[in-house]
């Protein structure tokens, strides 16, 4: 390289792993279907962590952070417990599976497409791999970014 030249870049790993548009539907009670978009965001420095935003026509989107590891069990098995829980349907039709989301202030179920959600989770796989997710973590920014709380002052 000559010594004029910039330095070589990596490209960004985020654009390695495009975010994923999904069109699902949130369930409002047993007959009633409401059709949404959600994106799903892969940060491969906190691979563990899947940000989905389910994207509102009106008003604002709802943010969760989902694990990654939850999010490719529940394609084809019960995962996780508490407030997050995902499981395949029963329909024979088109492979999807439920998500429940549950807070004190919100539950929601929703349908979504299983198989371009099960190719992209595949995709972050091969970026960062279930045994390194961890890797390097940093731990108090992680927790302070998941929960949203602000940066705390250095001493």
Request: aromatic share 10%; with cysteine; proline share 8%.
């Amino acid at each position: 390289m000559h010594r004029d030249q910039p330095p070589l870049r990596a490209r960004s790993a985020p654009a390695l792993v495009p975010s994923l548009f999904l069109d699902l539907d949130q369930m409002l009670d047993e007959f009633t279907r409401l059709p949404m978009r959600a994106k799903f965001c892969f940060d491969p420095d906190v691979a563990a962590v899947i940000t989905v935003e389910f994207l509102a026509e009106r008003g604002p989107s709802l943010i969760w952070h989902l694990s990654r590891e939850l999010l490719y069990r529940g394609v084809t098995s019960m995962s996780g417990a508490g407030d997050v829980r995902m499981w395949p349907t029963l329909s024979r039709e088109q492979p999807s599976s439920w998500l429940l989301l549950e807070s004190q202030e919100v539950e929601a179920l929703f349908e979504l497409p299983t198989e371009a959600l099960t190719e992209w989770l595949d995709a972050t796989y091969r970026i960062v791999s279930a045994e390194a997710e961890m890797d390097g973590l940093n731990w108090d920014g992680f927790l302070m970014e998941l929960l949203d709380e602000p940066g705390m002052p250095s001493e």
